[in-house]
């Protein structure tokens, strides 16, 4: 279970500087690298306080553990969108992606979604295993071949 990742503290982002934390962040796993460019953060902060979004961030005493985000931004009616997620390596393979996943599953739930819908690169391995543990299959998106695309209906 989820909650067994009681080592980390998990709070809402409410402040556009909070996602600063973010700046500079890379992860890297097999053949896949992630970094946090200035667009990214830009879109984050531009969209923190769009109704019904919810951005997490998760720390380990002060440290930055991770972060992820579900938005209502998603072509189809009723679908949020987990836009990010992102663990800092120090901090992978201890359970706290699928804290933070299930998080934002409970937070569109609670916001009436008929489901969330997540996109990931090829090479993303262990986003893929992610998804599927927390219950996303995989789903043909007419809109997006660039990688894979997950959905979770509820």
Not at 58 to 78: H, I, P
Not at 93 to 101: F, P, R, S, V
Not at 131 to 150: A, D, R
Request: glycine share 8%; charged share 25%; proline share 3%.
């Amino acid at each position: 279970m989820y909650n067994e990742c009681m080592h980390f503290a998990v709070s809402i982002i409410s402040e556009e500087n909070e996602i600063d934390v973010l700046r500079g962040k890379k992860s890297f796993s097999h053949n896949f690298e992630y970094a946090y460019d200035e667009k990214t953060i830009g879109f984050l902060k531009k969209n923190l306080k769009e109704e019904g979004n919810c951005y997490l961030i998760a720390k380990s005493g002060d440290a930055f553990a991770g972060f992820c985000s579900v938005d209502t931004q998603w072509w189809e009616d009723g679908y949020f969108f987990l836009r990010e997620i992102f663990i800092d390596p120090a901090y992978q393979q201890q359970g706290l992606g699928e804290l933070l996943m299930r998080r934002c599953i409970d937070h569109a739930r609670e916001h009436g979604a008929k489901g969330i819908v997540t996109e990931t690169a090829f090479e993303n391995m262990p986003m893929q295993k992610l998804c599927e543990k927390c219950g996303f299959v995989p789903w043909e998106n007419p809109q997006w071949k660039e990688g894979i695309t997950y959905k979770l209906s509820f």
